[in-house]
């Protein structure tokens, strides 16, 4: 009986044909850390022992390992732990105060002997936490499929507004910075502004926040607690700013209809029912 020749035979050294084989895998993992909205802000590593160029990113080998994944089928997935040395870049985001963007996490496996680079991605998440342990650090990782469960934001019969500040499809409210430079700091969480103009109302700032471009060239954020005119008490420790730095200001709201109209004169797109009766009608008290 003669057999017929596959017309497209699978190379030796690809990524399916290296998967299968019983002793040419040499796996290797690529970890792609995403913190900020900017396309340079990225930290890419690798378990290997040299650089991995993949997807247009450099991965640097680290000492890095993580835990193992688990998967049912379902969303029942459990969380990862990502282990790497304190002396990567990455770890001093959660050194002093956790970072202002959410930190996402891509997972890619692979192997050395794969001529074609074809890395694929094992799992995906975000960083949840992270622990300190000699010359380790362990980000505790929420894989993606757990925010599938999560119920959507329900809107409640209430007084104040529910909305997120500045929030494009809800707030509305327009992001007006107001710019100033930073003179001290001190303590921690307090930082002293200058120019700050009298027609300015200082509490229209109360838990607003500040924005800023720190020392390593990242943009940061912070929460402000309380502003009085001179001094900002901030909610958290900025990280990576230098007396002089510029910042920009941004009024904070009360979710009422006085800050709504007077803070931000946005009052058309308040969320709140303002005109829920104080006393409840369906009592057992009669209103004759």
Not at 176 to 201: D, K, L, R
Request: aromatic content about 12%; proline content about 8%; overall charge negative.
């Amino acid at each position: 009986m003669a057999f017929e020749q596959n017309e497209n035979p699978l190379p030796d050294n690809t990524f399916p044909a290296i998967e299968e084989s019983r002793h040419s895998g040499m796996p290797i993992e690529l970890y792609l850390f995403t913190f900020g909205p900017l396309p340079e802000d990225v930290y890419c590593y690798t378990n290997a022992e040299k650089d991995i160029d993949f997807g247009a990113r450099l991965y640097r080998p680290a000492s890095i390992a993580r835990g193992e994944v688990a998967s049912s089928g379902t969303l029942d997935k459990s969380n990862l732990d990502v282990t790497i040395q304190v002396s990567a870049d990455v770890t001093e985001l959660f050194r002093q105060y956790p970072p202002s963007y959410t930190m996402g996490l891509v997972v890619y496996q692979g192997h050395v002997n794969d001529r074609s680079s074809d890395f694929r991605p094992v799992w995906s998440g975000r960083v949840l936490s992270s622990a300190w342990a000699g010359n380790e650090c362990t980000f505790n990782c929420e894989p993606v499929a757990t925010s599938m469960r999560r119920p959507g934001l329900g809107r409640n019969y209430q007084r104040g507004c529910p909305h997120t500040l500045y929030e494009e499809n809800t707030c509305r409210a327009p992001r007006i910075p107001f710019g100033t430079s930073v003179t001290a700091i001190w303590p921690y969480n307090m930082i002293t502004v200058v120019s700050f103009p009298p027609e300015y109302i200082a509490a229209h700032f109360n838990r607003g926040y500040i924005e800023y471009t720190s020392t390593k060239g990242r943009r940061q954020i912070c929460t402000i607690d309380v502003f009085d005119g001179a001094n900002l008490q901030l909610i958290g420790t900025p990280t990576d700013i230098a007396i002089g730095t510029p910042i920009n200001m941004f009024r904070g709201c009360g979710h009422n209809m006085d800050d709504c109209r007077a803070i931000h004169q946005n009052i058309l797109n308040y969320g709140g029912q303002p005109w829920i009766p104080l006393k409840n009608p369906t009592n057992s008290l009669t209103i004759f």
